[in-house]
Each structure stands twice: as C-alpha cells, then as structure tokens.
C-alpha cells in the first residue's frame, strides 16, 4: 500500500471535521492515551469475594479484572 501524499495539519483536521477516514495518516504504533498507562496493583480477596466476582463477571460476559476495573472507575469518575 501507498503512503499518502503529506497534507498540512490543517488538511488533517478538516478531513476529520467531515468525517473522512484519516487513518493512512495517523501512525497508530504511536498513539498514547495521557493518564491512562497502565499501573499493575496487588489485591488480595477473600476467597468467597472472588467467587462471587466470577459469578458476576460471567454473567456480565466480562473478567474478573475488567469487572473490577468498571466497578472502580464507576466509584472515581
């Protein structure tokens, strides 16, 4: 596939603003999201408590880490 033609920053974001795919210009090995790298964290559970998480992560058809991960961010944000 060819590379496109540069385009200015202008260029880049009128293309946006109507909704045309922008993507062969955009180097996703790159793309960062600020505030959002990811930190591992220990947690210990009881071992009833992470029963409990399966149950319900299985019945939201998600893990257990993005059950938990859903439940914290609802409390944060």
Not at 11 to 30: C, H, P, R, T
Not at 41 to 58: C, H, I, Q, T, Y
Not at 66 to 77: C, N, T
């Amino acid at each position: 596939m060819n590379e496109p033609k540069p385009i200015t920053a202008e260029q880049l974001d009128e293309m946006f603003d109507n909704g045309e795919d922008i993507s062969a210009y955009v180097d996703w090995s790159k793309a960062r999201r600020p505030n959002q790298e990811a930190r591992r964290v220990n947690v210990d559970f009881p071992s009833w408590m992470v029963r409990d998480l399966d149950k319900e992560a299985g019945r939201l058809g998600v893990t257990r880490q993005s059950l938990i991960k859903m439940w914290i961010a609802e409390k944060l944000g």
